[in-house]
């Protein structure tokens, strides 16, 4: 059994030696112990412990929590709330660490492990009649330009390793995200990437040069991160 769960780490560290540039792996649960944070429409922040908060469609329209400084019990709803940050549970860090084991070159030095919030934006997203909803970054740190937004009903795609009886999936990607470009959020989806590349980066000569051959969905984080960085 320690032989196997050797050869299984082994097989791990090969796999992170290999893995590049790519979004944070989504977050579910969070913590209802450990302080957070809001910036409501305002541009007050509340820092509060969370109590609960609802969701529609998989995002979140409603929070409830405690405020630090008085106590105070109280319920907002997304369209009062501009930013939101969370802190994952163990759980949900977790749940992190088994979907995927990846970390970005540049953001602050963290990862989907080791960060200490999740980030929510608030958006108006037409194809689910115009819901106003909290939804969460996944390219945080790269995000100026294109924002690329967590939906949790897209279906998944994955990689695995496996060896001595073990097979373990140690990387995923969703195949569709909700993403805002130019402004505006709607849905990205994989099937149709290829029609969509030349439009969204046409601002960026030398990204479409550079993955001229290298459209492939799986190449999106990077294709976000170089227009993030070195285009203009």
């Not at 989504?26 to 509340?46: A, D, H, M, V, W």
């Not at 492939?216 to 960085?229: N, Q, T």
Request: include cysteine.
């Amino acid at each position: 059994m320690k032989k196997q769960l050797f050869i299984l780490f082994s097989l791990i560290g090969i796999y992170l030696s290999a893995t590049g540039q790519d979004f944070i792996e989504p977050i579910n649960f969070f913590s209802k112990k450990e302080p957070c944070y809001l910036i409501n429409t305002q541009g007050e922040r509340i820092d509060f412990i969370l109590s609960d908060y609802k969701t529609k469609k998989g995002l979140i329209i409603a929070v409830e929590g405690k405020k630090l400084n008085t106590e105070e019990n109280f319920r907002l709803d997304a369209a009062n709330i501009k930013i939101l940050a969370l802190v994952p549970s163990t759980l949900g860090k977790m749940n992190a660490i088994m979907e995927k084991a990846t970390t970005i070159t540049k953001w602050d030095k963290t990862d989907s492990i080791d960060r200490k919030f999740v980030f929510f934006e608030q958006h108006t997203v037409e194809e689910l009649k115009d819901i106003t909803a909290l939804l969460q970054i996944l390219n945080y740190g790269f995000h100026k330009k294109i924002t690329i937004y967590y939906d949790p009903f897209a279906p998944k795609e994955s990689s695995s390793i496996g060896g001595m009886g073990f097979n373990v999936t140690l990387d995923s990607q969703l195949r569709r995200y909700y993403a805002k470009i130019d402004g505006k959020v709607s849905r990205l989806k994989k099937r149709e990437y290829d029609d969509e590349f030349t439009k969204i980066f046409s601002s960026c000569p030398s990204l479409l040069e550079k993955f001229a051959k290298n459209k492939d969905w799986s190449s999106l984080p990077k294709h976000i991160y170089f227009f993030e960085y070195e285009c203009k």
